[in-house]
Structures are given as C-alpha cells and as structure tokens.
C-alpha cells in the first residue's frame, strides 16, 4: 500500500492481503470497511472470520447496518459502530491519498441501538489504533454518533451529487445553504423523536467548519462520478425508516432520496453502454 | 423562416422582422414570445408598440407576468395570457422545428387574476388564429389556466434540468413517478388555496399522457442545456409565492426551486469560460 498523505507519505510494503475470506486466519478483530452496498455479502464474509468472544467493527456510513451483523455473528461476538472522520480516497489499486482529517469514533451496538458502556475489549482496540497513531475516541450511544455524522452526510453527499458540486459551492450559494440548514434541522428533529438531542449549536458549528474546509468532494459525489452504486439505503432509506417508525416524516430528506435513487438506477446500477 | 413540421414542412420567405422597436409601427396586437427571464425589456419594448386599444398577449409559461404588463401599457390597452401547447424548438437562426401539438389557450388578465370574460376583440384574434389553422381555446379565468400548466410545468421542468432527465425516464422510474405526482398535488393545493379546483382527474389525465408522450426535453431542459437563463422565477418563484400570500406553503416546490437557482446562477447566470 502506497500512502499519500497530509502528515507525511509512507509505504507498506507488506500486507496481509487475501483474496478470500477462507485463506484467512480466523480474527479476534474484523474491521469492515465495505461500502454498505455491500453489505449483502458480509453473510458469506464474516462467519469464518470471526472468533467467539471477538469483534466486529462496521467503519461504514449510515444508520442501520448493525442489526444485520449482530444477527449474523450472534451474541459471543461483539458489534462496533465506527465512524471515520478523515478525507481520503482510493486513487488506484493499493494507492491511498490522504488528504485531510483523521480520526474515528467508536462506540458498542446495543439491541435496538440502546446506548451500551464500553467494554475492556473495545478499549483494548482503541489503545491498539491510538498506538498506531489513529485518534480514536469512544462513545457509549452509538446511535447518537450515527445521526450526529448524518446531519453532515444527508444535505451534504445528497446535494452534491444531485447537483454536481463540491462542498464549497453548496455552502457559499445562498439558496443551498438553506437547503442544507433546512435538512439539518429535519435530521435533528429526527433524531429528536429517539430522545437524542442534536442541538443548534452542533449544527451551527458544522456548517461553520464546512465554511472553512477546503473544497471537498463527498464519498457518494466521488462515488457517482466513478459510477459506482451509492449509498442511498444506509445514509437516506434507513435514517428515512428509523424516523417513521417513531412518527417523524423526513419529508425533504424523502425528496433528495427519490432524485438519488432515480440518479442510482440510472447511471450506477446498470452496466454501462459505450 | 423554415419550419420543419410533424403537419408538414413549409418556408416563410418574406417576413416583417425588425431589429428594433422604433423601426415598427404601433400594432393593434403585440405577441411577447420572449422567455420570461426577458421581461425586464418590456418596458423598453412595448410603450412604442401599442395602440390604445389594442391588445398585447403573452406566450409564456409560469405565474405573475401579467400585473407589471398592465401596470406598463394602462386600462386602454387589453393584457391577454396566452398558453402554448406545443412541442416546438428553434434548432438555428429561422429554423424551427415542430415535433409535436399546437394549440393555444388564451384569457383576459384581469386585476388580481379575477375572472374576466372574453371581449369582442380576444374573439376577432382568436378567429385569425383559427383562420391561419391554429387550434385556438378561450378561458375566463387565466389563473386557473395558467395552475392548471403550473402542475405539469413545475415537476417536469424542474425535474428535467435536475436530473437531466427527458420526460420518459422521470415517468418511468416509480421514485420520480412519485415525487412528480407529489408535486402536482402540491401544485393544485396552492391553487385550491385560491379557490380555483384542479381534479385529481386532471391530474391522473396529464401523468397518463405524459406516460403517452414520445420522449420530450421539456423547455428548461432545453434552456439548460444551452445554458440560457432558466424560467425559475415564472414557474417555480412566483407560484410559491403566490400560494404563500394565500398561506399555503409549496414545501417540494421550494426544495425545487432552491436546487434550480444553484444551478441557474451557477450554469446559466455566468458567462462560460473555456
């Protein structure tokens, strides 16, 4: 792995790389980093991974990923949500560029996303990222991490691939700065209906840091312009359902789902023609 | 002018057309088929032009042009909207391109939008119409006419430029099948906030025709791909605004409009560079 990188470059120039899931060891730790499109093969993926009395982390994007896994690996296994706050991109096969950022969250899935202390293994896994160099802090609501990073990920990833723009252009122009601040408050109020309490401040400060981020293009913008499927169930469809289910209608984070999905079946999910 | 017609082709090779004003004579009847993000010209444009009592219609989509055309040319002079059901483009300097329909629906504007019933003189031009073999309708109530466009107008124009989408791809995908006929539910609630009634007849009738209709690249579309100003504030901006003074509020007409302004001024508004 060639690492390009703000805070120096580096290579690895051995990896334990395999090709599939039986040529490995089982793990103690398995760290997901799949786009949640693809979510459908971790029930192939994980069970020869997976050690009883191990973990799973899901570094993914989204509400809604965990249930599925906790299901699939059973309660000997444990389940961790992470979130990645980092800017950086596959440029090539083994070609990493990092260009900003760095830094993850995790906290332990509890049945129904119920908030859950941590546990000595997690914080063995921590001490083990932080000895790498990764800041890593730890949080005991998951859920309330997850729709904390989708205030972001909604107006943001949608808007910029509905719209072709990076993030510069949607906070600068008036009229989507709006838009954005508008679905902001939508997942907040969301977020509301679970008792979690995303206050105006939060969101403030996150349109303030998008204000002075270098232009930067989403996961799901770079996505889209690679023509891969996007991530419309886990950072829209979920939260969407997640909302309803607590009597809180998402209704224009419903009208950016509608556009993104039409923009998915369009150009991502089907093959290309020359 | 050369007219390529579905009815049949023909040239006009003699036409009265001048570069400005001053150069005409006053006219009994002026016909404005400017685009509405022109209409800041009319009133350079038509004090020369019109005779007291004479009449001038407007050719135009969207809401809310007529009030400043009658405060313009004064009581003597009649303000007629005119509505264009035609799938026509103007491919190259004098060369039109008719692909589809022809027919015009016309009423007078009477103060506030009222009622007005049709006068001795709409009726002499509406028979030099249908004497030069176009279908011509009369109307007493513009308003109602021009929501009754506004339904059909607001979803696909918006929606075409959007996600760059011709007419058949957002009828056939179920999520725009539904936003659009949420759309023109939205619409027809702002009307009804006027006491004016679009069916859901009416409704169900324009998305089984459009369901009909070859592929088409509605007007918006076209002005966006030529990156001309885009009609946002006649079709989007003054119906919202419209329906606002009556306290309805266009909610997914709004998110609409903001994504089409973005675009407008980022695309249309500022000159290309190469």
Not at 19 to 27: D, F, G
């Amino acid at each position: 792995l060639a690492i390009a990188s703000v805070e120096g470059d580096f290579t690895l120039p051995r990896v334990n790389a395999y090709a599939t899931v039986e040529a490995m060891p089982p793990c103690d730790v398995v760290l997901v980093a799949l786009k949640t499109t693809q979510n459908h093969l971790l029930s192939d993926l994980l069970p020869p991974l997976v050690k009883p009395g191990g973990a799973v982390l899901l570094f993914q994007n989204g509400l809604g990923m965990e249930p599925a896994v906790h299901a699939l690996v059973g309660e000997q296994v444990l389940v961790v949500g992470g979130l990645c706050f980092i800017c950086a991109n596959k440029v090539g096969p083994g070609q990493i560029h990092h260009l900003d950022y760095g830094r993850v969250l995790m906290a332990i899935y509890g049945d129904r996303y119920l908030p859950q202390p941590t546990s000595p293994l997690l914080q063995k896994i921590a001490a083990d990222f932080e000895q790498a160099s990764l800041e890593t802090r730890l949080s005991e609501n998951l859920m309330l991490a997850r729709w904390q990073k989708l205030v972001w990920n909604i107006p943001f990833n949608g808007l910029s691939v509905i719209l072709d723009a990076l993030t510069d252009a949607l906070i600068a122009h008036p009229q989507t700065y709006k838009l954005a601040t508008q679905l902001m408050h939508e997942v907040a109020a969301a977020a509301a209906g679970y008792q979690l309490e995303i206050s105006e401040n939060h969101i403030q400060a996150m349109l303030a840091d998008t204000r002075q981020m270098p232009p930067y293009r989403t996961s799901m913008k770079i996505d889209y312009d690679e023509r891969r499927p996007l991530e419309v169930e886990a950072i829209l469809g979920n939260p969407i359902r997640y909302a309803a289910q607590v009597g809180v209608a998402m209704r224009s984070t419903t009208m950016l789902y509608q556009q993104l999905q039409f923009l998915n079946e369009r150009d991502c999910l089907t093959p290309r023609t020359a």
